[in-house]
């Protein structure tokens, strides 16, 4: 008579025949990994949602600052969500600091 081979039959077994610590290994393991594949799924997906719903520009991309000249030659800093500042001289940022002797 011939028995067909059944995987989980064999997978039951070998799981019933191996040690405790093992058994305990295969419990964690195997929820853990449905519970991590089912978070990268739905990341992808909601990722994909996100850049569906998102407005695009022209360039596809949008600058986080700029800086531009006006009419009257006054330098400002556009920064995205905000309106235009005229840049301060008078207190320059903390990273140009060291260098402004370099500069002159």
């Known amino acids: 008579m011939h028995q067909s081979y059944s995987v989980w039959a064999d997978l039951l077994d070998k799981f019933h025949t191996s040690s405790d610590p093992v058994q305990a290994l ?19 997906l909601r990722d ?19 800086v531009v ?8 800093v556009i920064r995205h969500g905000r309106a235009p500042k005229p840049l301060d001289w008078r207190n320059p940022p903390p990273e140009l600091l060291g260098q402004v002797d370099e500069l002159d």
């Open 48 to 66: 994909i949602v996100v850049a569906m719903r998102r407005p695009r520009s022209e360039s596809g991309r949008l600058p986080v600052y700029d």
């Open 26 to 44: 295969w419990l964690a393991a195997v929820p853990t990994l449905v519970l991590g594949v089912t978070w990268l799924v739905m990341r992808g």
């Open 69 to 76: 000249q006006d009419q009257d030659g006054q330098w400002q």
